[in-house]
């Protein structure tokens, strides 16, 4: 499937249509009327509803709409300083969970609880504790490598002795996070900084969401360490909460936090399946470990990040435009501050004030919709394919905005000003939702991949051997056979010497056999191989 075109690489061709526009307003303005001292330009007017700004409250005492509050508000409800998870998580990690700067106290006051202090039994870092511990001096990649290694295989305290005093000193932060993944919400407020309270919501700084995937490698590590001491029950807890985690933190109102969460929880599910094959549980625990997996929450939607927080993050870049409090080379690349060159300072002045804000937000708000509507496609083969639809969608979007023909639609009025104006800005700012939904579908393959292969454990428990085929696990050791999600055709099944294998096609649809990301040559297929090699 096709991503939108990197808009870096058309960016410049709008910059100069908006600019050659711009200079032939200003001419037009000159040959009207003799000059006049300039004036303060009003804000322009945007009418404040659903089919415009989306949300409608908040607002801020300028009139416009406080989009950071209206987010928070959204994911908050029902959220009590009781059941969120991000309370005690951050009772784990400290206030400055990358070591930096710390969260703003309004953080902590979102949440309904008190600031934290700056010192206190927090988790740290591996990097972090081995500097402070230098009689056992390693450089930060000997580190980094110690890590991974001990998260994917079993390993003993003489193979990774510092792994292990680490973990060792991090127990009770470690508990703590296993409480927090017992509550059923996650609520991570998004707030500005000190200096910029009040800051572009696209700009919000994630940093609990970054160091939840250390947490989860330190589950992990733990994990295999206690599966190769015969730890099965202290194993299991560590991966059920590790994959709990995953999906907490999918639940924050962001792509990035959906996609952390996606990442922690397949690392749960390798972490899961290599228990499987290494412990061989007896009927009762399997029914016991089945049952919570069952009770973990929910994986989020992709649809809900896109419709929320995606939506008002353009938005509110929008609005910030259109009041001059965001300059058209921040949107387009990043960059902060400094002077206006002359082509900036045209591109942000006639033709910005020509722009009907209302007609540009509601055709912008559209996109969103559509797009929302298709990632909710309960068939994921339609869905995707709705998806590559959309994608061809904005590159012909992307393609007006370039050359003369878009040059001429400038030039005709202020309706075409606004529309081209919001065509721009979708071409930019829309998120690329191709790979995230692919995500969503290996999250979903993997999950359907863990429950069959539990059932296929307590088959074998009962029968004393895999089956020859998928058939007779139904109903009786899983309520019904899982199928590809990429092809909508059975999994591709084989009982072997030593186990089974079975595998879903993946991403490209094609069979490569049970060749995985793993493999040589690699392959696409996400494979489940009992014993786990």
Same mark, same amino acid.
């Given at each position: 499937?096709?991503?939108?075109?990197?808009?870096?690489?058309?960016?410049?061709?709008?910059?100069?249509?908006?600019?050659?526009?711009?200079?032939?307003?200003? +001419?037009? #303005?000159?040959?009207?009327?003799?000059?006049?001292?300039?004036?303060?330009?009003?804000?322009?007017?945007?009418?404040?509803?659903?089919?415009?700004?989306?949300?409608?409250?908040?607002?801020?005492?300028?009139?416009?709409?406080?989009?950071?509050?209206?987010?928070?508000?959204?994911?908050?409800?029902?959220?009590?300083?009781?059941?969120?998870?991000?309370?005690?998580?951050?009772?784990?990690?400290?206030?400055?969970?990358? &070591?930096?700067?710390?969260?703003?106290?309004?953080?902590?006051?979102?949440? &309904?609880?008190?600031?934290?202090?700056?010192?206190?039994?927090?988790? %740290?870092?591996?990097?972090?504790?081995?500097?402070?511990?230098?009689?056992?001096?390693?450089?930060?990649?000997?580190? #980094?490598?110690?890590?991974?290694?001990?998260?994917?295989?079993?390993?003993?305290?003489?193979?990774?002795?510092?792994?292990?005093?680490?973990? /060792? =000193?991090?127990?009770?932060?470690?508990?703590?996070?296993?409480?927090?993944?017992?509550?059923?919400?996650?609520?991570?407020?998004?707030?500005?900084?000190?200096?910029?309270?009040?800051?572009?919501?696209?700009?919000?700084l994630l940093p609990g969401v970054q160091k939840s995937r250390e947490l989860a490698r330190a589950l992990s590590s733990r994990a295999m360490w206690e599966l190769a001491?015969?730890?099965?029950?202290?194993?299991?807890?560590?991966?059920?909460?590790?994959?709990?985690?995953?999906?907490?933190?999918?639940?924050?109102?962001?792509?990035?936090?959906?996609?952390?969460?996606?990442?922690?929880?397949?690392?749960?599910?390798r972490g899961e399946l290599l228990f499987l094959s290494e412990t061989k549980p007896s009927a009762k625990m399997l029914a016991m470990y089945r049952k919570q997996l069952?009770?973990?929450?929910?994986?989020?939607?992709?649809?809900?990040?896109?419709?929320?927080?995606?939506?008002?993050?353009?938005?509110?870049?929008?609005?910030?435009?259109?009041?001059? +409090?965001?300059?058209? =080379?921040?949107?387009? #690349?990043?960059?902060?501050?400094?002077?206006?060159?002359?082509?900036?300072?045209?591109?942000?002045?006639?033709?910005?004030?020509?722009?009907?804000?209302?007609?540009?937000?509601?055709?912008?708000?559209?996109?969103?919709?559509?797009?929302?509507?298709?990632?909710?496609?309960?068939?994921?083969?339609?869905?995707?394919?709705?998806? /590559? %639809?959309?994608?061809?969608?904005?590159?012909?979007?992307?393609?007006?905005?370039?050359?003369?023909?878009?040059?001429?639609?400038?030039?005709?009025?202020?309706?075409?000003?606004? +529309?081209?104006?919001?065509?721009?800005?979708?071409?930019?700012?829309?998120?690329?939702? =191709?790979?995230? &939904?692919?995500?969503?579908?290996?999250?979903?393959?993997?999950?359907?991949?863990l429950e069959l292969a539990f059932a296929l454990a307590a088959y074998r428990v009962d029968r004393g051997e895999y089956p020859d085929s998928l058939e007779p696990l139904?109903?009786?050791?899983?309520?019904?056979?899982?199928?590809?999600?990429?092809?909508?055709?059975?999994? /591709?099944?084989?009982?072997?010497?030593?186990?089974?294998?079975?595998?879903?096609?993946?991403?490209?649809? /094609?069979?490569?056999?049970?060749?995985?990301?793993?493999? #040589?040559?690699?392959?696409?297929?996400?494979?489940?191989?009992?014993?786990?090699?």
């Amino acid at each position: 499937m096709t991503t939108p075109p990197n808009p870096h690489c058309w960016r410049l061709s709008v910059v100069l249509i908006v600019v050659l526009a711009s200079v032939a307003i200003s +001419q037009e #303005n000159q040959k009207a009327e003799p000059a006049k001292p300039k004036a303060a330009v009003p804000p322009p007017k945007i009418t404040i509803s659903k089919e415009t700004t989306w949300a409608t409250e908040p607002l801020k005492a300028d009139g416009t709409v406080n989009y950071l509050e209206a987010v928070n508000r959204l994911v908050s409800k029902g959220v009590t300083p009781e059941n969120n998870a991000c309370v005690l998580l951050y009772q784990a990690t400290g206030p400055s969970p990358e &070591g930096g700067r710390r969260q703003p106290d309004r953080f902590f006051r979102r949440m &309904g609880v008190e600031p934290i202090p700056d010192e206190g039994k927090y988790f %740290q870092s591996l990097g972090k504790w081995a500097r402070e511990h230098p009689e056992d001096p390693q450089d930060i990649n000997a580190i #980094n490598d110690m890590v991974a290694k001990s998260g994917e295989r079993l390993w003993t305290k003489a193979e990774f002795p510092l792994v292990a005093e680490w973990l /060792k =000193q991090n127990e009770i932060p470690l508990r703590t996070i296993e409480l927090a993944t017992e509550r059923p919400k996650y609520f991570s407020p998004l707030v500005g900084t000190d200096a910029e309270p009040d800051g572009a919501l696209v700009a919000v700084l994630l940093p609990g969401v970054q160091k939840s995937r250390e947490l989860a490698r330190a589950l992990s590590s733990r994990a295999m360490w206690e599966l190769a001491e015969g730890s099965q029950v202290d194993a299991w807890r560590d991966l059920i909460t590790m994959h709990r985690l995953g999906r907490l933190v999918g639940q924050g109102p962001t792509l990035i936090e959906y996609l952390v969460g996606v990442a922690i929880e397949a690392i749960a599910i390798r972490g899961e399946l290599l228990f499987l094959s290494e412990t061989k549980p007896s009927a009762k625990m399997l029914a016991m470990y089945r049952k919570q997996l069952d009770r973990i929450p929910a994986r989020a939607s992709v649809a809900d990040k896109i419709d929320y927080c995606e939506r008002v993050m353009f938005l509110d870049c929008a609005h910030r435009m259109a009041r001059g +409090q965001m300059k058209w =080379q921040e949107v387009a #690349n990043g960059a902060e501050g400094g002077d206006s060159t002359l082509v900036e300072k045209l591109a942000e002045g006639a033709i910005m004030q020509s722009v009907d804000w209302d007609v540009a937000l509601t055709s912008a708000n559209k996109w969103y919709d559509r797009l929302a509507a298709t990632l909710r496609k309960p068939d994921y083969r339609e869905r995707t394919a709705e998806v /590559k %639809q959309f994608n061809e969608d904005v590159k012909k979007l992307v393609e007006k905005s370039r050359g003369p023909q878009a040059l001429l639609s400038l030039l005709g009025g202020k309706p075409a000003i606004s +529309q081209t104006m919001s065509d721009a800005l979708i071409a930019l700012l829309l998120p690329a939702v =191709q790979q995230v &939904g692919l995500a969503e579908g290996r999250a979903i393959q993997r999950m359907r991949n863990l429950e069959l292969a539990f059932a296929l454990a307590a088959y074998r428990v009962d029968r004393g051997e895999y089956p020859d085929s998928l058939e007779p696990l139904a109903p009786k050791y899983i309520a019904e056979i899982p199928i590809d999600l990429y092809t909508g055709q059975p999994l /591709k099944y084989a009982k072997t010497a030593e186990g089974y294998r079975f595998y879903s096609v993946g991403d490209n649809e /094609k069979d490569e056999e049970g060749r995985s990301f793993d493999d #040589n040559p690699r392959g696409d297929d996400l494979v489940v191989r009992m014993p786990v090699k």
